[in-house]
Every structure is written in structure tokens, then in C-alpha cells.
């Protein structure tokens, strides 16, 4: 859930809401422990090694990304806190028997804003495969209507004011080991088997509902 992994320092890596083999054959546990015990492991404690210095003022780590965005000098802790919350993030928009279609609230907006769900899965898929080297491609909601985007390296719709609903990681890290270079048959995948659409729902709900 959104507000669960807004923490505050020194922070801890969150753990998987499922078992390190829950995705296979998928996402196998090979690729799971390095994504996430060295990958995700490395995000964090690079955070709480840059931070440490500074006066921690209590802030949570959307603030931190938000006061670090931009700045000077500030691009290792925007990064590395960035990339904290985007896997934290991440790992829930995945589960065991994932795939299959939203519904609800959710389904309307799509159908409203993409006209059908079809139109959106492929801006998905198009904006995970066609982002260039690193990065993230989003389905977000900004305030009136959903967006697809993709973004580069650690960056996130949080910094356009934006709440995420879903994310794909399309860094090499998140699918060299299981399908090598075919970044395409990793998202086709993540689409089919893997998105775990109630969580994208509550994020939905979660924004448009109070
Ligand atoms: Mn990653």
C-alpha cells in the first residue's frame, strides 16, 4: 500500500510481500534475490550512508525525493531515494497468479480515458519497451484523468506531482538474467502473468475516493 512505504531514517529494506520464488517461472528466485537483496539492498543503504551527514529533520522519504529533486549536488540522495520507494512500489504491482484485467473504478477510468483497456495495456507496453537505456514506465493519475509514461533512470510521477497506480522496472537488472536482451518478452509477461491489478486498484481508489 502507498502510505506504507512513505518511512522515515534511517530506512530499512522492505520486504517482499511474497516468497522469493512466489513469480517463477516467471520472474525466477535468481533474479529476485539480486533485484532485490543487492539491487533494491544497495538503494538503501547508499540513502542512509548520504544522509547520515545531514540533518535528517524527520522528513519521510517522498520528502526527501521531492527536496533532493533538481538540486545541485543533491542527484546521489534524489537517486538513491527515488529509487527506494520505485522498488518498494514495485514489488507490490507483482504477485503470484498476477495477469488477468482490472475492474471497477479503475476499469471505467481506463475505459474513459484510453477507450477501451486494450489501448492502454499496448501505451503501456510501448512506453516500457521504447524507454531508452534505464528506467520506468508508469501508469499514474494526475489529479483529473490517468497517463501512461515512461521515465528515465530513477525518476517518478511523484516529481510531476503525479500519484503513481502501477510501474514496470525496465532496467537490464530486472530481466537480463531470465530473458537476456528480449526486454519485450519480459513486459509481455508482466502484463499477462505477473500485474497484480487489485493493488493498482486500491491506488485508484485511493486518489479518487475519501
Ligand atoms: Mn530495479
Redesign the pocket.
Known sequence: MANNINLKIPFSLQDLPYSIDALEPYVTSNTLSF?HGK??AAYVNNLNNLIKAEKANGEDLEQIILNSYNKLGEEPVFNNAA?VW??NF?WNCMKQNGGGAPSGLLLDQIIKDFGSLDRCIEDIKAAAAGQFGSGWAWLAWDGSKLLVSKTLNAALPLIHSQKALLTI?V?E??YYLDYQNKRVDYIDVFIKNLINWTFVEENFKSCVVS
Open positions: 533485484h539491487h533494491h529509487q520505485n522498488h514495485f522496472d532496467w537488472h530486472a
